[in-house]
């Protein structure tokens, strides 16, 4: 069963400052895929990763992905409030039918002034 | 740009009815899906679908069905609706490629069973 753990879960960090969130997944795959939820709405899609070693980068927000160590980071430079939401990875993987995401429990972001 | 509407975004039913819940996407998508989002569960997929009358078991089927009679409408169906299937319905989209599975999500519908 393919497992995807985000990390933290909770994250409350004060404007101006950085932090990376943590994603890991347990099967191979080279597709990962980055979500942001604001209280209320549905996801919106941020980055898609399509191979080892990609880097994405938008605004105060950069994501990675190493897929030997199955692992993506969503990197926040600077951060503002604007930027407070509930962020998800999202793997497709091999064992699962074609098309299916398996999403991480989300990463519950607050930043204060 | 890809839209995904649903039919609507706040629903209130009492126990025991028949809901129907309804997703329309615009860009042509083969794979349509059916999630619940509740506090502490993250994204749970309910059905799938790749093409018109086909569709597939998520994670938590049970409770509900689905229908998918023309490429661009996937519809949820609960039978019989229960307090415990009042949550967050998210609907989405993507292509069928083998480069990006990219999920295209609705707004999302509120349903409140009582």
């Known amino acids: 069963e393919l497992k995807v753990e985000q990390n933290p879960l909770f994250l409350s960090m004060q404007e101006g400052k950085n932090y990376t969130i943590y994603c890991n997944y347990s099967?191979?795959?080279?597709?990962l895929y980055w979500y942001r939820q604001d209280p209320g709405k549905s996801l919106e899609s941020l980055f898609v990763?399509?191979?080892?070693?990609a880097v994405k980068q938008e605004g105060r927000l950069m994501a990675s992905l190493d897929t030997k160590a199955r692992l993506s980071t969503l990197h926040i430079t600077a951060a503002v409030h604007d930027l407070s939401a509930t962020y998800f990875c999202?793997?497709?993987?091999?064992?699962?039918?074609?098309?299916?995401?398996?999403f991480g429990e989300g990463t519950q972001l607050t930043v204060n002034p | 740009d890809v839209k995904v509407t649903q039919s609507s975004r706040y629903l209130v039913k009492r126990t025991g009815e028949k809901v129907f819940l309804e997703c329309v996407q615009d860009?042509?998508?083969?794979?349509m899906f059916w999630y619940r989002q509740d506090p502490g569960l993250g994204l749970r997929l309910i059905y799938f679908?790749?093409?018109?009358?086909?569709?597939e078991k998520g994670d938590i089927p049970e409770g509900y069905s689905v229908s998918r009679e023309k490429k661009e409408r996937f519809s949820l169906i609960l039978e019989s609706a229960s307090t415990n299937q009042t949550s967050m319905y998210l609907c989405?989209?993507?292509?069928?490629?083998?480069?990006?599975?990219?999920?295209?999500f609705g707004p999302g519908t509120r349903l409140t069973v009582t």
């Open positions: 679908s790749y093409d018109v009358k086909m569709k």
């Open positions: 860009m042509d998508h083969e794979n």
């Open positions: 990763l399509l191979s080892n070693g």
């Open positions: 999202a793997v497709d993987g091999v064992e699962t039918s074609g098309s299916r995401l398996t």
């Open positions: 989405a989209s993507s292509l069928l490629r083998v480069i990006s599975y990219e999920q295209y």
């Open positions: 099967t191979t795959s080279d597709r």
